[in-house]
């Protein structure tokens, strides 16, 4: 054979092997599909429950303290388990989990996102708008939200977290609003986010001022400060780390926690998450463990936290 | 008209907590402990003293500890 038939022949085995593996990177991804779409759909109760549930029990406890049923240092540990709580079910509020836009629950779904998250103070609109480029942009350093939280170790994770709380720092997520424009719905946004912020200091000095700082700094002050400085850190920092990757299959991981998936609040399929976000937190672990052979043939990140 | 307000508030932000939050829980937190303030000061004077200046003193730093 000659050397131009060689080449000929080569290059017609080159589009034999690409021929061979196109439709099976499309069965990877129908494969994928498949499992995911049996995840989405149904209402999920649990986190509807979980996230209301948790809110009536924070709320429950401001007339138990304040009536003196309930003792402040009580109070102090269930407030601070509350406020870790209630991120998530909001969470599933941003991807529209419990009722897409038009449906008939829609409007339980956004009561969901805009109260569950009350003992964080964290503004819904601003929570999804801030999450949903968090997604688009997972681990860019300019235009990811949460790429602050990038950290060598957990504690220093920590630390970075309450240094970013600072008086006079740059916040990632007012920094978002104004990369997004002068957008009626960013406006919107932010000022949603700056009534809702300002009437948490209100409320907290209104409550100081009447007698009751003790309970507002041990039910609301104190638990905010170290449930933000938890979640941040087994949210985002924990799924991320460390950081360095972009693509759909690499930017986040499955990670075996040591201290448990209940610990760091189901984050250990947190790339179930970042690939198919209709699925409910309640099914990524079921979800993740029928996806697990076309994740790894995907070369997704399978690590130990 | 909120955007001026956080505009002109927020870098006051740390003073204006010491005195709406940090003075009454300084103060309810010396009555509660029992207390005695020095320089016979009533716990809501001590409140008013150190609550601020905190404030000032992380809006001056930049950070709170």
Redesign the interface.
Known sequence: MSSAMEVLAKGELDDDIEAVAAPSDRDLARQELTIARRYIGPFPVIMAAWGLGNLTCWLALWPLTISGVLPPWVAFPIATLNVILCYLPSHEAQHSNYAKSGAPLRWLNELIGYVSTIPMVLPFKLARMTHMEHHTHTNNPELDPDYGVKADTWWQAIIEG??RR????NDSYAQTLKRLGDDPVVRRT??EA??QV?AY?AI??AL??S?Y??E??LIW?LPRNIGVTYISLMLSWAPHFPNPERGRYRNTRYFKARIGNILVMGMEHHIVHHLHPGIPLNRNAAAFREMRPILEARGCRFETL | M??K??TTLG?W??V??GF??L???I???IE?TGATPPLGLSPLMVGLIVGPLLGLS??LR????
């Open positions: 309450i240094k600072q008086p006079g720092r932010g000022l700056a009534i300002l200091w907290l000095a100081a001022w007698g700082a003790i507002a700094a002050w | 909120i955007g307000i956080l870098p932000g740390p204006l907590f709406g939050f003075a009454p829980l103060a309810q937190v509660r992380a809006k930049g950070r709170w500890l």
